[in-house]
């Protein structure tokens, strides 16, 4: 089962639907969010939690106390390419209408520097 949040901030929200989907038999839980603040006791709740990896970007720079050390469970994802793609579709007067991280009809990677 997949959790898709704007951001996490002290992760309150994301246990509560958390439980809601292990309630209703969810095996394997991973969350996406924007933004990870991971402020207050969120590491600890997320430590402790049944989620198998929370997935962030890099708009907002990890805490220093977020590293493997604490939880093994967050990864964070640049959103470099995509920011260098929208400004190269600026100045070659392209359209974002189009920018999306994917192919509509696979997986493959739309432009260089995404993997």
Known sequence: MILVDDMIDTGVTLMRRLD?????????????????????????RITRSPLSDVIVTNTVPLREDVDTRHTHKIAQLSVAPLIAEAILRVQTEQSLQDLRVFDRDGESARYKGQE
Do not use: E, M, P, Y
């Open 20 to 44: 809601i989907l292990k309630r209703l038999g969810a095996r394997r839980i991973v969350s996406f969010a924007t933004h990870g603040l991971f402020n207050g006791s969120a590491l600890q």
